[in-house]
């Protein structure tokens, strides 16, 4: 079955700092990968997807995913963080056992807080 | 173009009321889906419609039925709610192909007393 988990809650970081929210998948076949993000009181933002290709993802608001297949994670990072990042991000694979639904599944979300 | 839009955007019910939550994209997309969020639950599926005239179970649909009206709208009923519905129900549209990314709409939050 695929699944995909976001192992931190939070994660707290210092604006101007990079920052990092990570995300493990497990998927049968080849794994397609998106970011997602959403502002307090809003619907999810698409970030960013990984079909195929290179490893380095880059995506909306200066943001970026490494795609590292032997460790089957996909995270999401920018150099530089900005107080208004804070939001809460999804990290999501494509079901590969739904045929041509598009169907997706999310982790259960990262809360990042950049303070300034 | 709107995207997708939701209504309402806020709902309280009592125990056993019934409702329906509407949805409508203009991106011309095959595939709707409705999720419900919960704290520390992430997204969960609760139905879907690849294309228009079919509809499917997601994760948790119990509870919950769901009309595909035409390939623009896509409604949620709650037939008799309960307290464990109270949630963030959202939206969303696209991601038909194995490439596409969903579109979301803003959600509507809903209360069941």
């Known amino acids: 079955a695929q699944s995909v988990a976001q192992p931190e809650d939070q994660v707290n970081v210092a604006e101007g700092n990079p920052l990092t929210v990570k995300c493990t998948y497990s998927?049968?076949?080849?794994?397609?990968l998106f970011w997602y993000v959403q502002y307090p009181n809003r619907g999810l933002q698409f970030l960013l997807k990984?079909?195929?290709?290179?490893?380095l993802v880059k995506g909306s608001y200066g943001f970026e995913a490494e795609f590292n297949k032997s460790q089957t994670s996909f995270h999401l990072k920018k150099p530089s963080a900005l107080v208004s990042d804070s939001a809460l991000y999804f990290c999501a694979v494509r079901d590969l056992g739904s045929s041509n639904t598009g169907k997706l599944i999310f982790g259960q979300g990262t809360t990042l807080q950049v303070k300034p | 173009n709107a995207g997708v839009t939701q209504t309402p955007k806020f709902q309280v019910l009592k125990t056993g009321q019934s409702m329906t939550l509407q949805c409508a994209q203009d991106?011309?997309?095959?595939?709707m889906y409705w999720y419900r969020q919960d704290p520390g639950m992430g997204l969960r599926l609760i139905y879907y419609?690849?294309?228009?005239?079919?509809?499917d179970k997601g994760e948790v649909p119990n509870g919950y039925n769901v009309s595909r009206l035409n390939k623009r709208e896509f409604s949620l009923r709650l037939e008799s709610a309960a307290p464990s519905q109270t949630s963030v129900y959202f939206c969303a549209s696209g991601g038909q192909s194995f490439y596409g990314e969903q579109f979301f709409g803003p959600g509507t939050r809903l209360t069941v007393l």
């Open positions: 990984y079909i195929t290709g290179d490893n």
């Open positions: 991106m011309n997309h095959n595939s």
């Open positions: 419609s690849a294309s228009e005239g079919t509809t």
């Open positions: 998927v049968s076949g080849n794994p397609y």
